[in-house]
């Protein structure tokens, strides 16, 4: 099985910096992609950032030029990097990893339990 530990939420001011970790464990062989998503209140999950294992990034329009995905993969870890938030992107914010696990040697999707991030003044 993959664990994956997200921290890095809070409360921001509009204008302000966050920045969200998550760490996947467990008896993990590969990670392909990692990914960040987010759900608003009555609202549909949706992509926020992913990166591939060989660094390709995309982003959600609404975040270009604001948020940076990144990984390093000796640590497991993936981080979004949030500049200038805005109200908007008030929302729980999850992680998401396709891992192959040394017991099956197949991809699957695992999920974070999903940080809070509030951007109010």
């Known amino acids: 099985q993959v664990q994956l530990v997200e921290s890095g939420g809070g409360l921001v001011q509009p204008g302000g910096s966050l920045r969200l970790s998550c760490a996947a464990s467990?008896?993990?062989?590969?990670?392909?992609?990692m990914a960040w998503y987010r759900q608003a209140p009555g609202r549909q999950r949706e992509l926020v950032a992913r990166i591939t294992g060989g660094g390709s990034t995309n982003y959600a329009d609404s975040v270009k030029a604001r948020f940076t995905i990144s990984r390093d993969n000796a640590k497991n870890t993936v981080y979004l990097q949030m500049n200038n938030l805005k109200p908007e992107d008030t929302a729980l914010y999850y992680c998401n990893v396709q891992a192959a696990t040394i017991a099956t040697m197949r991809r699957g999707d695992y999920w974070g339990q999903g940080t809070q991030v509030t951007v109010s003044s």
């Open positions: 467990g008896s993990i062989f590969s990670i392909d992609v």
